[in-house]
C-alpha cells in the first residue's frame, strides 16, 4: 500500500475504492458459500443498522488508520500493531464473551509478537544507521572537496 499512497496520496478515496472492491469479492465468495436466499433477507432495522455500521464506519476508520501508520511508519509498523488487534480481541472476546484462553495460543502469540517487535527494531535501526552512513557520506564528501580545492588553488605569496 505505501507505493499506491506515493502515486495517489487521496487517503479517503483510496480507502473507499479499497473497501467496494472488497465489498465485490465479499459478495462473490459468499453467493458460492451460502446459497440460501432466505439467508441473505434482512430481519429487521437493527440488524440493517449493524450491518451498515460495521461494513462502512468501522471498516472506513480501520482503513484510515492503517493507511495513515502507512504513510507515517511504513508497512512493518501497521503488521506489528495488526497482532496487537489480534490480541485485543482475544482479550475482549475472553472477558466479555467468556472464551477460553489456551496457554499454547498465549505462549504462541508471545513469540509471534517478540518475533514482529524485533523486526520494527531492527528496521529502526537500520534507518539510524542509514542516516548516520548518509551524514558521515555527505561529511566527508564536503571534507574532500574542501582539501582537493586547497591542494588545487594557486599558492600565493600573501601569508
Sequence with gaps: MAPVLRHYPAKLSLTSFTCFFGLIQFLIIAAFVETNPEL????SGQELFTILYAGVVAAEIV????TWCIQKGGPVFVAVFQLMQTLLVAA???LILGDQLYVGGIIG???????????????????RA????????LTNHLIDT???DRDDAPESDIP
Excluded at 441473505?40 to 430481519?43: A, C, L, M, N, V
Excluded at 482503513?63 to 492503517?66: G, K, P, V
Excluded at 513469540?111 to 537500520?126: A, R
Excluded at 542509514?130 to 557520506?137: A, H, K, R, V
Design 63 to 66: 482503513f484510515s488508520l492503517q
Design 146 to 148: 574542501e582539501s582537493r
Design 40 to 43: 441473505w433477507k434482512i430481519q
Design 109 to 127: 502469540a508471545a513469540l509471534i509478537m517478540i518475533g514482529l517487535y524485533s523486526v520494527l527494531w531492527g528496521k529502526t535501526e537500520e534507518k
Design 92 to 94: 475482549m472476546a475472553s
Design 130 to 137: 542509514g542516516s548516520q552512513d548518509q551524514e558521515q557520506t
